[in-house]
Protein backbone atom coordinates (compact mmCIF):
# COMPACT_ATOMS: atom_id res chain seq x y z
CA UNK A 1 0.00 0.00 0.00
CA UNK A 2 1.40 3.55 -0.98
CA UNK A 3 0.32 6.49 1.34
CA UNK A 4 1.05 10.09 -0.85
CA UNK A 5 3.12 12.28 1.35
CA UNK A 6 -0.02 14.77 1.32
CA UNK A 7 -1.89 12.52 2.43
CA UNK A 8 0.42 11.09 5.28
CA UNK A 9 0.94 14.61 6.57
CA UNK A 10 -2.68 14.72 7.07
CA UNK A 11 -2.84 11.61 9.17
CA UNK A 12 -0.25 12.49 11.56
CA UNK A 13 -1.83 16.28 11.53
CA UNK A 14 -5.24 14.74 12.89
CA UNK A 15 -8.23 16.46 12.82
CA UNK A 16 -7.72 19.24 15.89
CA UNK A 17 -4.91 21.26 13.57
CA UNK A 18 -6.72 20.63 10.06
CA UNK A 19 -9.74 23.57 10.84
CA UNK A 20 -7.27 26.09 11.84
CA UNK A 21 -5.10 25.23 8.57
CA UNK A 22 -8.15 25.26 6.36
CA UNK A 23 -9.23 28.70 7.88
CA UNK A 24 -5.68 29.98 7.70
CA UNK A 25 -5.43 29.60 4.04
CA UNK A 26 -9.24 30.48 2.79
CA UNK A 27 -10.27 33.46 1.91
CA UNK A 28 -10.16 36.48 2.63
CA UNK A 29 -6.85 35.95 1.96
CA UNK A 30 -4.31 39.17 1.55
CA UNK A 31 -4.16 39.31 -2.19
CA UNK A 32 -7.99 39.30 -2.54
CA UNK A 33 -8.03 42.43 -0.45
CA UNK A 34 -5.35 43.78 -2.00
CA UNK A 35 -6.63 43.16 -5.06
CA UNK A 36 -9.79 44.67 -3.86
CA UNK A 37 -8.55 48.14 -1.95
CA UNK A 38 -7.07 48.57 -5.76
CA UNK A 39 -10.13 48.15 -7.83
CA UNK A 40 -11.47 51.68 -7.33
CA UNK A 41 -7.90 53.54 -8.43
CA UNK A 42 -7.65 50.91 -11.37
CA UNK A 43 -10.67 52.02 -12.56
CA UNK A 44 -9.45 55.55 -12.20
CA UNK A 45 -6.06 55.40 -14.20
CA UNK A 46 -8.12 53.32 -16.81
CA UNK A 47 -10.42 56.13 -17.29
CA UNK A 48 -7.49 58.79 -17.07
CA UNK A 49 -5.26 56.54 -19.79
CA UNK A 50 -7.88 55.69 -22.45
CA UNK A 51 -9.70 59.47 -22.30
CA UNK A 52 -6.50 61.16 -23.54
CA UNK A 53 -6.17 58.27 -26.15
CA UNK A 54 -9.66 58.15 -27.48
CA UNK A 55 -11.27 61.94 -26.92
CA UNK A 56 -8.20 64.39 -26.47
CA UNK A 57 -7.72 66.21 -22.83
CA UNK A 58 -10.29 68.36 -21.64
CA UNK A 59 -7.84 69.67 -18.98
CA UNK A 60 -6.00 71.49 -21.33
CA UNK A 61 -7.05 75.70 -22.00
CA UNK A 62 -5.45 76.50 -25.06
CA UNK A 63 -4.05 80.10 -24.58
CA UNK A 64 -2.91 82.02 -27.70
CA UNK A 65 -0.62 80.28 -30.40
CA UNK A 66 2.94 80.16 -29.86
CA UNK A 67 2.70 81.49 -25.96
CA UNK A 68 1.63 78.88 -23.65
CA UNK A 69 -0.19 75.88 -22.96
CA UNK A 70 -2.11 75.96 -19.30
CA UNK A 71 -2.78 72.77 -17.47
CA UNK A 72 -5.31 72.24 -14.69
CA UNK A 73 -3.60 69.54 -12.50
CA UNK A 74 -6.40 67.60 -10.44
CA UNK A 75 -4.26 65.64 -8.30
CA UNK A 76 -6.83 64.40 -5.39
CA UNK A 77 -9.77 62.07 -5.84
CA UNK A 78 -12.35 60.42 -3.83
CA UNK A 79 -14.34 57.44 -5.30
CA UNK A 80 -16.70 54.45 -4.44
CA UNK A 81 -18.16 51.70 -5.92
CA UNK A 82 -20.66 49.08 -5.47
CA UNK A 83 -20.40 45.62 -7.09
CA UNK A 84 -22.49 42.01 -7.38
CA UNK A 85 -21.18 39.41 -7.57
CA UNK A 86 -20.95 35.79 -8.36
CA UNK A 87 -18.33 33.21 -7.25
CA UNK A 88 -18.36 29.58 -8.20
CA UNK A 89 -16.28 28.56 -5.17
CA UNK A 90 -15.70 31.52 -2.55
CA UNK A 91 -14.01 29.57 -0.10
CA UNK A 92 -11.05 28.93 -2.57
CA UNK A 93 -10.24 25.30 -1.28
CA UNK A 94 -10.38 22.10 -2.85
CA UNK A 95 -13.41 21.51 -0.70
CA UNK A 96 -16.01 23.21 -2.45
CA UNK A 97 -18.70 23.53 -1.25
CA UNK A 98 -21.07 25.48 -3.55
CA UNK A 99 -21.35 28.85 -5.02
CA UNK A 100 -22.11 32.17 -3.77
CA UNK A 101 -23.62 35.36 -4.41
CA UNK A 102 -22.31 38.55 -2.77
CA UNK A 103 -21.97 42.44 -2.80
CA UNK A 104 -19.26 44.44 -2.32
CA UNK A 105 -18.86 48.25 -1.36
CA UNK A 106 -16.01 50.32 -1.35
CA UNK A 107 -14.45 53.78 -0.76
CA UNK A 108 -11.34 54.99 -1.46
CA UNK A 109 -9.14 58.32 -1.07
CA UNK A 110 -6.00 59.05 -3.02
CA UNK A 111 -3.28 61.63 -4.73
CA UNK A 112 -1.84 61.03 -8.24
CA UNK A 113 0.40 63.35 -9.45
CA UNK A 114 3.54 63.87 -11.95
CA UNK A 115 6.65 65.43 -10.39
CA UNK A 116 8.95 67.02 -13.48
CA UNK A 117 6.84 65.26 -16.47
CA UNK A 118 8.59 62.13 -15.67
CA UNK A 119 7.83 60.45 -12.16
CA UNK A 120 4.41 59.26 -11.00
CA UNK A 121 3.62 59.32 -7.36
CA UNK A 122 0.38 58.30 -5.66
CA UNK A 123 -1.06 57.58 -2.44
CA UNK A 124 -4.56 56.07 -1.78
CA UNK A 125 -6.55 54.63 1.06
CA UNK A 126 -9.67 52.12 1.16
CA UNK A 127 -12.29 51.18 3.07
CA UNK A 128 -14.46 47.96 1.82
CA UNK A 129 -16.46 45.00 2.26
CA UNK A 130 -17.49 41.90 0.90
CA UNK A 131 -21.54 40.20 1.97
CA UNK A 132 -22.67 36.99 0.98
CA UNK A 133 -25.51 35.59 0.46
CA UNK A 134 -24.75 32.15 2.25
CA UNK A 135 -23.21 31.50 6.01
CA UNK A 136 -20.03 29.59 4.66
CA UNK A 137 -18.55 32.03 2.32
CA UNK A 138 -16.32 34.16 3.70
CA UNK A 139 -17.81 37.70 4.13
CA UNK A 140 -15.09 40.51 5.44
CA UNK A 141 -13.99 43.55 5.97
CA UNK A 142 -10.27 45.31 5.20
CA UNK A 143 -8.86 48.52 5.27
CA UNK A 144 -5.76 49.05 3.59
CA UNK A 145 -3.76 51.90 1.96
CA UNK A 146 -0.77 52.14 -0.67
CA UNK A 147 2.17 54.15 -2.03
CA UNK A 148 3.03 53.67 -5.57
CA UNK A 149 5.77 55.28 -7.92
CA UNK A 150 6.75 54.88 -11.14
CA UNK A 151 8.02 56.30 -14.53
CA UNK A 152 8.74 55.72 -18.34
CA UNK A 153 11.66 54.61 -19.44
CA UNK A 154 13.02 57.10 -21.85
CA UNK A 155 10.74 57.28 -24.65
CA UNK A 156 10.20 53.49 -25.19
CA UNK A 157 6.64 52.28 -24.01
CA UNK A 158 8.39 50.49 -21.02
CA UNK A 159 7.15 51.37 -17.98
CA UNK A 160 8.71 50.50 -14.03
CA UNK A 161 6.63 51.07 -10.95
CA UNK A 162 6.81 49.74 -7.30
CA UNK A 163 4.30 49.77 -4.71
CA UNK A 164 4.18 49.32 -0.78
CA UNK A 165 1.08 48.47 0.56
CA UNK A 166 -0.71 47.29 4.35
CA UNK A 167 -3.73 47.30 5.79
CA UNK A 168 -5.87 44.68 8.07
CA UNK A 169 -8.53 42.19 7.21
CA UNK A 170 -11.61 41.68 9.86
CA UNK A 171 -14.75 39.76 10.15
CA UNK A 172 -17.88 41.28 9.20
CA UNK A 173 -18.12 43.75 12.87
CA UNK A 174 -14.35 44.67 12.40
CA UNK A 175 -13.24 42.82 14.86
CA UNK A 176 -10.39 40.36 14.79
CA UNK A 177 -8.52 42.07 12.76
CA UNK A 178 -5.13 40.52 11.02
CA UNK A 179 -2.54 43.37 9.61
CA UNK A 180 -0.41 42.82 6.66
CA UNK A 181 2.31 44.55 4.49
CA UNK A 182 4.48 44.43 1.71
CA UNK A 183 6.06 45.51 -1.61
CA UNK A 184 6.03 44.75 -5.45
CA UNK A 185 7.63 45.99 -8.02
CA UNK A 186 6.85 45.68 -12.06
CA UNK A 187 7.62 46.06 -15.69
CA UNK A 188 4.85 46.82 -17.70
CA UNK A 189 4.83 48.27 -21.80
CA UNK A 190 1.28 49.78 -23.04
CA UNK A 191 1.83 49.32 -26.81
CA UNK A 192 -0.81 50.97 -29.17
CA UNK A 193 -2.20 48.29 -31.72
CA UNK A 194 -4.11 50.67 -34.12
CA UNK A 195 -5.59 54.11 -32.96
CA UNK A 196 -8.17 52.48 -30.60
CA UNK A 197 -6.11 49.23 -28.97
CA UNK A 198 -3.70 49.08 -26.59
CA UNK A 199 -1.84 45.75 -25.40
CA UNK A 200 -0.35 45.80 -21.90
CA UNK A 201 2.26 43.08 -21.21
CA UNK A 202 3.45 43.29 -17.61
CA UNK A 203 5.66 41.16 -15.08
CA UNK A 204 5.78 41.32 -11.39
CA UNK A 205 7.26 40.54 -7.97
CA UNK A 206 5.55 40.74 -4.71
CA UNK A 207 6.46 40.03 -0.83
CA UNK A 208 3.94 40.14 1.56
CA UNK A 209 4.05 39.52 5.91
CA UNK A 210 1.05 38.78 7.67
CA UNK A 211 0.44 38.65 11.44
CA UNK A 212 -0.63 35.16 10.70
CA UNK A 213 3.11 34.40 10.02
CA UNK A 214 2.07 30.91 7.68
CA UNK A 215 0.74 33.49 5.50
CA UNK A 216 3.86 34.79 4.79
CA UNK A 217 4.90 34.44 1.06
CA UNK A 218 6.40 35.50 -2.26
CA UNK A 219 4.91 35.45 -5.48
CA UNK A 220 5.72 36.52 -9.03
CA UNK A 221 3.15 37.47 -11.89
CA UNK A 222 3.05 37.64 -15.57
CA UNK A 223 0.24 38.85 -16.79
CA UNK A 224 -1.06 40.15 -20.32
CA UNK A 225 -4.25 42.67 -21.20
CA UNK A 226 -5.56 43.87 -23.96
CA UNK A 227 -8.30 47.01 -24.36
CA UNK A 228 -10.39 48.47 -26.91
CA UNK A 229 -12.41 51.58 -27.09
CA UNK A 230 -15.06 50.83 -29.17
CA UNK A 231 -16.23 54.00 -28.13
CA UNK A 232 -14.69 57.06 -26.43
CA UNK A 233 -17.03 55.97 -23.60
CA UNK A 234 -17.23 52.12 -24.29
CA UNK A 235 -14.09 50.15 -23.78
CA UNK A 236 -13.80 45.98 -23.31
CA UNK A 237 -11.14 44.06 -23.21
CA UNK A 238 -9.42 40.52 -21.90
CA UNK A 239 -6.70 39.84 -19.97
CA UNK A 240 -4.58 36.23 -18.83
CA UNK A 241 -2.30 35.66 -15.77
CA UNK A 242 -0.04 33.20 -14.48
CA UNK A 243 0.85 33.42 -10.96
CA UNK A 244 3.73 31.83 -8.93
CA UNK A 245 4.03 31.82 -5.16
CA UNK A 246 6.11 30.16 -2.81
CA UNK A 247 5.10 30.43 1.07
CA UNK A 248 7.93 30.46 3.75
CA UNK A 249 6.52 28.01 6.35
CA UNK A 250 3.02 26.93 5.54
CA UNK A 251 2.57 24.93 8.49
CA UNK A 252 5.04 22.68 7.53
CA UNK A 253 5.68 21.72 11.02
CA UNK A 254 2.30 19.94 10.79
CA UNK A 255 2.62 19.16 6.76
CA UNK A 256 5.62 18.24 6.08
CA UNK A 257 5.19 19.74 2.89
CA UNK A 258 6.58 23.30 1.91
CA UNK A 259 3.59 24.89 0.08
CA UNK A 260 4.24 26.30 -3.78
CA UNK A 261 1.03 27.32 -6.03
CA UNK A 262 0.42 28.11 -9.50
CA UNK A 263 -2.43 29.87 -10.33
CA UNK A 264 -3.61 30.49 -13.73
CA UNK A 265 -6.74 33.16 -14.68
CA UNK A 266 -8.45 34.52 -17.64
CA UNK A 267 -11.21 36.55 -17.96
CA UNK A 268 -12.89 39.14 -20.37
CA UNK A 269 -14.57 42.55 -18.98
CA UNK A 270 -16.73 45.84 -20.48
CA UNK A 271 -16.65 49.36 -19.18
CA UNK A 272 -19.15 52.37 -19.79
CA UNK A 273 -18.48 55.63 -18.49
CA UNK A 274 -21.90 57.17 -18.20
CA UNK A 275 -20.14 60.61 -17.99
CA UNK A 276 -16.92 61.83 -16.83
CA UNK A 277 -16.87 60.62 -13.34
CA UNK A 278 -19.26 57.03 -13.37
CA UNK A 279 -18.97 54.52 -14.92
CA UNK A 280 -20.64 50.46 -14.91
CA UNK A 281 -18.13 47.79 -15.32
CA UNK A 282 -18.75 43.91 -16.30
CA UNK A 283 -16.42 41.30 -15.79
CA UNK A 284 -16.18 37.16 -16.30
CA UNK A 285 -13.39 35.14 -15.47
CA UNK A 286 -11.83 31.61 -15.14
CA UNK A 287 -9.36 30.77 -12.20
CA UNK A 288 -7.44 27.69 -10.89
CA UNK A 289 -5.10 27.33 -8.63
CA UNK A 290 -2.35 24.17 -8.50
CA UNK A 291 -0.95 23.83 -5.16
CA UNK A 292 1.61 21.07 -3.56
CA UNK A 293 -0.31 21.49 0.03
CA UNK A 294 -3.59 20.66 -1.71
CA UNK A 295 -6.44 21.68 0.19
CA UNK A 296 -5.45 24.87 -1.53
CA UNK A 297 -6.10 23.83 -5.26
CA UNK A 298 -9.44 25.17 -6.44
CA UNK A 299 -10.95 25.95 -9.71
CA UNK A 300 -13.66 28.68 -9.88
CA UNK A 301 -16.20 30.79 -12.19
CA UNK A 302 -16.89 34.34 -11.25
CA UNK A 303 -18.70 37.42 -12.40
CA UNK A 304 -19.54 40.79 -11.39
CA UNK A 305 -21.15 43.88 -12.10
CA UNK A 306 -19.76 46.65 -10.58
CA UNK A 307 -20.68 50.66 -10.29
CA UNK A 308 -18.27 53.23 -9.78
CA UNK A 309 -17.89 56.81 -9.46
CA UNK A 310 -14.89 58.99 -8.69
CA UNK A 311 -14.49 63.07 -8.51
CA UNK A 312 -11.02 64.29 -8.94
CA UNK A 313 -10.08 67.76 -7.81
Not at 41 to 61: A, K
Not at 132 to 141: G, I, K, V
Not at 150 to 161: A, E, F, K, R, V
Amino acid sequence: MIIHKKTLAVIACGATCLPTIVHAQAVPDIQDTITQGSQIDDIIRDQDRIGPRLGGDGDEIDGEAGIYVLRVNEIFYVGGSYGVNYSENPLRTVDDVGGAFSVNLAATAGMQTRFAEAIDLGVSATIGGTEYNELFAPSSRNINGAINIGTQIGQSPIYIGATGFGGFNYDMSFENGTGFYGGSASLSAALPLGQRTVLRPVISVTRQWSETEDNNSTSAVGAVSITHGITNNFIVGASASVTHSWFDDFFEDVTFVKRKDWQYSGGINATYRLNENISVGAAAGYEKRDSTFFLSEYDSFDASLTFSARIRF
